[in-house]
């Protein structure tokens, strides 16, 4: 991760929103799973990114949160200050809109977590006919790549391809998306060539990444607004380990995420209240789902032909 979070007083935060006043040009109100999240910024290519990112909120709704992207030559590159009081978030010189979108789903899922009971899972979240399949892993596992991989089979729904939220009802494990649109990566295309002409039709940033409207290639009835979980997929890349699929106990898989920081690496606060809250609630997904590890050191046809034959 290229950026740190400082945490930062109410008293910081009104001087940051003092100071910084008049370079806010956009406010935009969006909706993110029931939180009025606000940006506030003085880029149009940010605000036009957000708006493909979320759907709007009524401007006459008071925000819950407020992300703040700014420019500032006197401070460092991917800067970033939040007020957990206040929920104010002030990003400088982000050179990576990805981030400012995850970020502002960190600051939903904070304030979720903390009042309602809904964690934030960053992971792809799918349906296979009714059931709920979430796929997480670290940096460079091939969780995006074996997402759109699933995706090219009719059966398969697309609920969030890298975030979404969940709540426990009773012994099941509902999972909700929150996005308007998909984020893309450039090369998409080269490994599954169904998705070329949505590629073809992208704007894509200097990170080589895009927001796109999935429906144009899977059409409007496979993206649902929410499914059950009854499976957990767990990526790593490890050419050391000749095994591909296993079976995985849900203390050992807990273990696994509570190491890697949940695979979240956009939470916005760390402190042992936090980390009870998300370990109680992974500890219930886990023990009411099934998990499995998949190495994904093989090609990504293997891989997915792998993934493919676990799921049945």
């Not at 956009?26 to 493909?52: A, D, M, N, P, T």
């Amino acid at each position: 991760m290229a950026y740190n979070i400082e945490i930062i007083s109410i008293e910081r935060k009104e001087e940051l929103t003092e100071q910084y006043a008049s370079q806010v040009l956009y406010e935009v109100k969006s909706e993110i799973y029931g939180c009025c999240i606000k940006l506030l910024s003085g880029s149009r290519q940010v605000k036009e990114s957000w708006e493909e990112s979320f759907y709007s909120a009524s401007q006459s709704i008071r925000s819950h949160g407020r992300i703040y992207a700014l420019e500032d030559k006197a401070v460092e590159e991917n800067r970033v200050y939040y007020d957990p009081l206040s929920r104010s978030c002030f990003i400088f010189n982000m050179d990576y809109y990805g981030w400012i979108k995850s970020l502002a789903l960190s600051m939903a899922g904070d304030i979720l977590e903390d009042n309602h009971s809904i964690y934030s899972v960053h992971g792809a979240c799918l349906d296979l006919r009714g059931r709920g399949v979430c796929i997480l892993g670290g940096s460079g596992a091939g969780k995006t790549t074996h997402t759109y991989g699933l995706l090219r089979r009719p059966e398969t729904r697309a609920v969030s391809d890298d975030w979404f939220f969940a709540r426990i009802f009773g012994e099941d494990i509902l999972a909700f998306g929150s996005e308007k649109n998909f984020y893309i990566r450039a090369d998409l295309a080269d490994i599954w060539k169904e998705y070329s002409e949505m590629v073809e039709g992208a704007a894509f940033d200097q990170k080589g990444r895009a927001v796109v409207d999935l429906r144009w290639v899977v059409g409007k009835g496979r993206i649902l607004p929410l499914t059950t979980l009854q499976t957990v997929i767990i990526l790593k890349r490890d050419p050391s380990q000749s095994e591909t699929v296993r079976e995985m106990e849900p203390s050992q898989a807990l273990g696994i995420l509570e190491e890697n920081d949940y695979f979240n690496p956009h939470l916005l606060v760390k402190n042992d209240f936090k980390r009870r809250l998300r370990s109680r609630f992974f500890r219930q997904l886990l023990a009411s789902s099934r998990v499995y590890e998949v190495n994904t050191r093989g090609t990504p046809e293997e891989s997915q032909r792998a993934i493919g034959e676990l799921l049945g």
